[in-house]
């Protein structure tokens, strides 16, 4: 099934399940209650946005040296840096890398990097046993299933739903408390950061001054997945580095209140190197690996190059009233919501993918949302106008051909505002017996009425009245 086909029996399966969708409004709207308590904390979150947008644009228009600079610093502590031009170089040397020094089993924390490039799936065909530590996470891997929501990875699912699937997979017993769910899922975990012979994690930011990367996380899992086995493995997007520690200082904070309404998350870490000589503990080898993975088109791509200024928050996820009503799985993708319908076209092909951006209603919500100021509606035009310029739809040229002959004609104009009735009231025949053409669009929509008397009725009788 090709992707647009799959998206629209997804988003129509999903927009009539009416009780899901409630809950999932809920849970949203409570974030943007806390969201906007949370900005608060800052004198002024506009200038705050101006300041975060302005380092992100500092760094992806610098991406070569602030990268080189931070490769330079973490090899000087004896960290290994790999440049991975694909998902397939990416994939193959982690399976390498895993081959060579005997590992068995692997630990994870949060990554969508590693979502992006299917790296669990390619881990597990090859003999590893993969675990993921975010509970988000590790919830969604028992159920087979991809992220929801790439900061809230199963948003969607209820307790009960939970509580289900951890007797069913993990033997316990059912509860409906939040905290026995949790010791449930960290029981089981424990011992794999025991175990695991390696960490994979992703990082939110790339520090080129310090050569450091850093990670953001509530649960305290990826310290324990990074640091307890033998081997470190960070696999990052290129356009994750910012060019100074200082930065931090505005994007952890900024990055916490648009993502979760926290001011600030619980385990913020900075990870330098392998272990030093004299330390007691962290990897003996540290890996990061620098993911392109297409992301050097969009580089090229000078309109749309500020895309990659994305600090991965999920606030234009979370504001975005297509996503409240078709959910995170019907887009197929691992970026999900607004800026997965940008970026994804450019990382996997805009005809394949054009669809995205058009299941936008182009409210512009999404770009008042975004800390770092990304254009992120008119993306989604520029991607449609790029699509109908790479290729263009015959129906779609025929139609707007006729349209533009009656709008450039008054007396056809004039003839079509008469035959609309007419046309009115021929269409529930045509839909009764199924040759309605307008069938897929007026399957979930009333058809709008003709105007009687039409606006231009009504503006001879105006003028007649004035004379
Ligand atoms: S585009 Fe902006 S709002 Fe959306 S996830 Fe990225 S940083 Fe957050």
């Known amino acids: 099934m090709s992707a647009v086909t799959q998206f629209h029996a997804d988003a129509e399966r999903t927009t009539a399940d009416v009780p899901r969708r409630d809950f999932i409004r809920r849970a ?3 974030y943007e209650v806390k969201r906007d308590e949370s900005k608060s904390a800052f004198a002024n979150w506009q200038h705050a946005r101006d300041a975060a947008a302005a380092i992100k644009y500092e760094a992806v228009n610098h991406l070569d040296r602030y990268l080189l600079e931070f490769e330079e610093k973490f090899t000087a502590r004896g960290g290994k840096v790999f440049w991975a031009s694909s998902g397939a170089h990416a994939r193959r040397y982690i399976l390498d890398l895993a081959r060579e020094r005997g590992v068995k089993s692997i630990i994870k924390s949060k990554a969508m990097t590693s979502e ?11 003999g590893y046993e993969v675990v993921e530590s975010d509970l988000g996470e590790f919830i969604q891997q028992l159920k087979h299933e991809a992220p929801y929501h790439f900061v809230f990875p199963c948003m969607h699912l209820k307790r009960d739903e939970i509580s289900a699937l951890f007797e069913k997979e993990l033997g316990s017993a059912p509860t409906d408390s939040p905290e026995e769910l949790t010791t449930i899922a960290r029981r089981f975990l424990r011992r794999f950061y025991i175990s695991a012979d390696m960490g994979i994690s992703g990082a939110n930011f790339i520090v080129a001054e310090t050569g450091m990367i850093s990670i953001t996380e509530n649960e305290g899992n990826a310290r324990l997945a990074t640091a307890m086995p033998k081997i470190h493995v960070a696999l990052i997007g290129i356009e994750k580095v910012v060019p100074r520690l200082a930065d931090l200082a505005l994007l952890l904070p900024m990055l916490a209140t648009a993502g979760t309404g926290q001011n600030i ?13 004299g330390e007691i503990d962290g990897p003996e080898e540290f890996h990061v690996v620098l993911l392109d993975n297409h992301r050097t088109r969009l580089l090229a791509d000078a309109q749309q190059r500020d895309a990659l200024h994305c600090i991965r928050c999920g606030a234009c996820l979370n504001v975005c009233p ?3 009503n078709i959910g995170g799985h019907a887009y197929g993708t691992t970026y999900q919501g607004p800026i997965g319908s940008v970026i994804t076209p450019h990382f996997r092909g805009l005809q394949d993918w054009k669809h995205l951006s058009g299941a936008s209603s182009l409210c512009g919500a999404c770009t008042e949302a975004c800390p770092v100021k990304i254009d992120i509606h008119h993306h989604l035009l520029h991607n449609r106008r790029n699509a109908v310029a790479e290729k263009k739809v015959w129906w779609e040229r025929a139609i707007w051909f006729g349209f533009v002959q009656l709008m450039s004609r008054p007396w056809a104009y004039r003839l079509a505002s008469r035959l609309a009735p007419v046309g009115q009231w021929f ?12 069938a897929a669009w007026t399957k979930t929509r009333e058809f709008p009425q003709a105007a009687t008397p039409t606006f231009g009725d009504y503006w001879q009788q105006r003028k007649a009245v004035r004379k």
């Open 28 to 30: 949203l709207h409570g």
């Open 265 to 277: 998350t619980c385990y913020n870490s900075m990870y330098g190197g392998p272990r030093q000589e």
């Open 116 to 126: 992006e490039i299917h790296l669990n799936f390619v881990l597990e065909r090859h």
């Open 427 to 438: 269409h529930p025949f045509l839909q009764n017996s199924g040759l309605d053409p307008l």
């Open 322 to 324: 297509i996503f409240k």
